[in-house]
């Protein structure tokens, strides 16, 4: 079972950024889902931006895999 993305937020000279990161399950690469495409006055901003976007690029990725095993 593929283990839960995490969101990494960090401040950088504009302001809050995200990004979503698949921890690696066999070889230890995460793998970035996505990332915020602008950056976010507060801590707070950047973390709801980036829950709101998860389940879609979760779904990206999980679609991805199923067609790889296919």
Do not use: C
């Not at 995200?18 to 901003?45: C, K, M, N, R, Y």
């Amino acid at each position: 079972m593929a283990q839960a993305p995490e969101i990494k937020v960090e401040r950088q000279s504009g302001g809050w950024v995200w990004a979503a990161v698949l921890p690696g399950a066999h070889d230890g690469v995460p793998i970035v889902l996505g990332q915020s495409t602008e950056a976010f006055a507060t801590e707070e901003a950047a973390l709801l931006n980036a829950e709101t976007a998860l389940p879609g690029l979760w779904a990206e990725y999980s679609k991805a895999m199923d067609k790889s095993r296919a």
